[in-house]
């Protein structure tokens, strides 16, 4: 069974910093690309970045500069690196997995809550 699990998630002031991670099993990241996707309250989902498994990143303008994506592939997780906080950044952050033969995020953890106070 594919499972994703999100963690590192809470409060932190305008300005601060967060990492968080999305830790899969069951499979081998070695054969899908893996997102990070957030909702805030009120909003759809909004695809914030991906890493490939060649290693090849993609940001959306939002985040470009202040948050990082990377992979251990070694320990089966997926970092988000979160710089320069802002309050519009609070939101219920997720991870997914979508395998390179499809074109959809098949698999996608629980959430974790990210809040940044002014």
């Known amino acids: 069974e594919v499972q994703l699990k999100e963690a590192g998630g809470g409060l932190v002031q305008t300005g601060g910093s967060l990492r968080l991670s999305c830790r899969g099993a069951?499979?081998?990241?070695?054969?899908?690309?893996i997102g990070w996707f957030r909702q805030a309250p009120g909003m759809g989902y909004e695809g914030l970045s991906r890493?490939?498994?060649?290693?090849?990143?993609h940001y959306a303008d939002s985040v470009k500069g202040r948050f990082t994506i990377s992979s251990d592939n070694a320990r089966g997780t997926v970092y988000l690196q979160m710089n320069s906080l802002k309050p519009e950044d609070t939101a219920v952050y997720y991870c997914?997995?979508?395998?390179?033969?499809?074109?959809?995020?098949?698999?996608w953890g629980q959430g974790t809550q990210v809040t940044v106070s002014s």
């Open positions: 997914a997995a979508q395998p390179l033969t499809k074109q959809s995020y098949d698999y």
């Open positions: 069951g499979f081998s990241f070695n054969g899908y690309t």
């Open positions: 890493i490939s498994s060649d290693g090849t990143t």
